[in-house]
């Protein structure tokens, strides 16, 4: 079974493009639930870093380390 996202750019037309769909016996149609992420805790991190020994500037040095 292959599955293909497709995008409706006239929403006046899109109840016509899923009834014509749903005439084929071998398409079956389904609502796309969209995927709602929750807000981020931004205090929820503190203590992230606790008891660890690291420093901004070892951060960024890891992070944009570069062979010369």
Same mark, same amino acid.
């Given at each position: 079974? +292959? =599955?293909?996202?497709? #995008?409706? /750019?006239?929403? =006046? /037309? =899109?109840?016509?493009? %899923? +009834? %014509? %769909? ?6 079956? $149609? @389904? /609502? !796309?639930?969209? =995927?709602? #992420? +929750? !807000? ?7 203590? %992230? ?6 420093? $901004?500037s070892k951060l960024r +040095? @890891?992070?944009? /380390?570069?062979?010369?």
């Amino acid at each position: 079974m +292959e =599955k293909i996202i497709l #995008t409706i /750019k006239d929403d =006046k /037309k =899109k109840s016509f493009f %899923l +009834e %014509l %769909l749903k005439q084929f016996d071998f398409i079956e $149609v @389904q /609502k !796309a639930t969209e =995927k709602r #992420t +929750e !807000a981020y805790d931004f205090f929820g991190s503190a203590g %992230l870093w606790k008891g660890r020994d690291i420093t $901004v500037s070892k951060l960024r +040095e @890891q992070a944009w /380390k570069r062979s010369h």
